[in-house]
């Protein structure tokens, strides 16, 4: 069952046409990922969604209701993180928690949701002391405060350490496995892939890939990769070596996808000692995500 | 409810323990309290006398330009005499029965004494030889029957009235900061109707103004032996209506700036000539005639007129009516004003 329905959103900001036509349903109960470069529209979209910025053009649906017509019925019924957190800075965790739990019938335990996202030690801190990580952590509880059916979190894990990013991701599972649906925006191709059940690619307003992880890598990837510094691979006819797919060329990087992969090794470093290049700084490794969105924009995804 | 009563409380802890805001909402005015009332407390006032002189009485007081330190005012004995219990006089002439009297508050008396027998042995020994009195039957000082006040009496409900400007006007830069923040932004995507954050953050602000007034008379008390009329009521709602003025007047100006810094300059160019023109710290008597007219313009005017009248009972001013319906009116303009201009984001 879809809980969420968006068919040809569309946003423009003035001039500027940040969605493009987006459509996409998730279903109940899935960690739906949207992955994209910072300024691709994600939390243009997330935020239209949840009705806090108006659609131009398009439908939009959660739990069966337009968050536009509907809003108390879409809001008290999810849960949302957004990018920018700012609360009464001189309220304690504890208490800008129960203040948050009090827009919502129903609650989850405080404890609970400190120990959640792992700021049991600082209920009592005022959110103004709070590190920005843990400021962060504070707006992924106030998304789950209310127990609802859906949680929207937009860009959970980034200026997390990787300690408590790994401890978001078990968080997340945990109420993934509780029956709860989560969609959630990242630029991270890592934690879309451990993640998401199913990801939609966006990059300039537009969806250029939307399904499960593996099945989006095996779409456009039966090869192994092989990344080679720009500056050793400019000596090398890399193009030439038996069991080359395609090359993939960005600002340091020289990609090469193979169909082979231990016969293009051999060759490549039969050819690195003829020309006296070290391949200390070449990388062998897995399609992932990262190249999909390269191979499909022609761009890496990180700045 | 429930979430109004949570934001109250979420407010009024945010504020709280703000320590800035502790100390200009409530430390600031008792400091005032405490430098004007060492400064003006005891003192006598003026060494100018201000005399008023009863003409329609039959007197004509002679040598007007030649004692130094002597203003002299003429005009009826009704309008000299109303003019005495409003404080724009010190002692008022009148001519009685054939004794000279000398009209004179009970804080005066001393000066008026003085005054007497400077009158009897100076200034009159003409005037009553050539109306074929006897000098030896003197000149009585009588006291109007009203109570007395000194500077600081005069003084602290402008403190309070100041206060509660302070908390109207600087208490809404609160709201500038969290629409600056996008904190109202983040609580529109949030189950509930955004208007109760606005309400419960006014509602605190009137609380805080209620803390003032009790702080501001307590300090007064306590420190100078301000004595309080014990008008409760009245107090409570000149209290209310000129906080509601002033919240008005703050959610307006402010909804015109983006950052809380801009917010703030905006305020205070408001804020200080209305502080320091309205006559709340003292008479507009001493004011040159070119500023008074500005006093008759600002709401803080009428708001410590109205204050002074019933913590105090000082006589009012402008009188009672007309303090009501200017701040009604500021209160009516102001708040029309925010409602228009009122922005959200």
Redesign the interface.
């Known amino acids: 069952m879809s809980v969420i329905v968006v068919s040809d959103l569309h946003k423009f900001y003035g001039s500027l046409h940040a969605v493009r036509g987006v459509s996409f349903a998730v279903e109940r109960g899935e960690v739906f990922g949207l992955l994209g470069p910072n300024g691709a529209g994600k939390t243009t979209t997330i935020e239209t969604i ?3 910025l108006r659609r131009d053009r398009g439908e939009v649906t959660v739990l069966g209701f337009d968050p536009e017509k509907d809003a ?1 019925s879409v ?2 019924r999810i849960g ?1 993180q ?1 990018q ?8 304690t965790v504890l ?1 800008t928690l ?3 739990a ?3 019938r129903r609650h989850r335990p405080f404890e609970e949701l400190l120990d959640l996202v792992g700021l049991t030690e600082k209920a009592h801190a ?1 959110v103004e002391k709070l590190s920005g990580g843990q400021l962060k952590r504070l707006s992924v509880a106030l998304a789950f405060v ?1 127990d609802g059916e859906i949680f929207f979190l937009d860009e959970p894990t980034s200026g997390l350490d990787p300690q408590s990013r790994r401890s978001l991701w078990e968080t997340i599972g945990k109420l993934r496995n509780e029956g709860k649906t989560i969609f959630l925006t990242t630029h991270y191709l890592d934690e879309a892939e451990r993640l998401c059940d199913r990801v939609a690619i966006i990059d300039h307003g537009v969806i250029i890939a939307l399904g499960k992880p593996r099945d989006l890598i095996a779409e456009h990837f039966q090869e192994k990769a092989i990344e080679i510094p720009l500056a050793d691979a400019e000596a090398l006819n890399v193009a030439s070596l038996p069991g080359v797919t395609r090359l993939q060329k960005d600002e340091s990087v020289l990609t090469v996808y193979t169909a082979d992969l231990s016969r293009t090794f051999v060759a490549l470093s039969t050819l690195a000692e003829e020309q006296g290049i070290p391949l200390g700084n070449v990388v062998v490794r897995e399609a992932t995500l990262e190249d999909v969105f390269l191979r499909l924009t022609g761009r890496r995804i990180r700045e | 409810m429930r979430v109004f009563f949570r934001f109250l409380g979420a407010h009024f802890k945010n504020t709280i323990r703000d320590r800035m805001a502790l100390f200009w909402f409530l430390a600031f005015p008792i400091l005032f309290v405490f430098l004007f009332g060492i400064i003006f407390g005891n003192a006598g006032g003026s060494w100018n006398l201000r005399v008023g002189v009863a003409i329609d009485s039959g007197l004509s007081f002679p040598a007007p330009e030649s004692a130094s330190g002597v203003t002299l005012f003429e005009g009826s004995r009704e309008g000299e005499l109303e003019a005495l219990r409003k404080g724009q006089r010190d002692v008022v002439l009148a001519l009685e029965g054939g004794t000279i009297v000398l009209f004179t508050t009970p804080r005066e008396v001393e000066k008026a004494q003085v005054f007497a027998k400077m009158v009897e042995n100076f200034l009159l020994k003409e005037e009553l030889r050539f109306r074929g009195l006897s000098p030896s039957r003197g000149v009585e000082v009588r006291t109007l029957a009203m109570p007395r006040f000194r500077q600081i009496d005069y003084f602290l409900p402008g403190v309070l009235a100041m206060a509660l400007m302070q908390v109207g006007l600087f208490g809404s830069l609160d709201f500038v900061e969290l629409r600056e923040k996008k904190v109202t932004r983040y609580l529109a995507a949030m189950p509930l109707r955004r208007e109760i954050v606005l309400w419960s953050e006014i509602t605190m602000r009137v609380g805080i103004a209620l803390m003032q007034t009790a702080v501001v008379l307590f300090a007064g008390w306590a420190f100078f032996r301000v004595q309080f009329s014990g008008a409760y009521v009245a107090l409570l709602l000149w209290v209310l209506l000129g906080s509601a003025v002033f919240v008005s007047l703050g959610y307006f100006l402010t909804s015109f700036a983006r950052t809380v810094e801009s917010a703030s300059g905006l305020i205070q160019m408001v804020q200080f000539p209305m502080m320091f023109l309205s006559g709340i710290f003292f008479p507009p008597e001493v004011m040159p005639d070119s500023l008074r007219f500005v006093v008759r313009l600002f709401p803080l005017s009428y708001l410590g007129d109205a204050l002074r009248a019933v913590a105090v009972n000082i006589p009012s001013q402008f009188g009672l009516t007309v303090d009501f319906f200017v701040l009604l009116f500021w209160l009516f303009g102001s708040f029309v004003l925010a409602r228009r201009f009122f922005r959200w984001e």
């Open positions: 949840i009705g806090l108390l809001k008290s949302i957004l920018t957190v700012h609360l009464f800075p001189r309220l208490e129960k203040l948050f009090s827009f919502y005022r209310g």
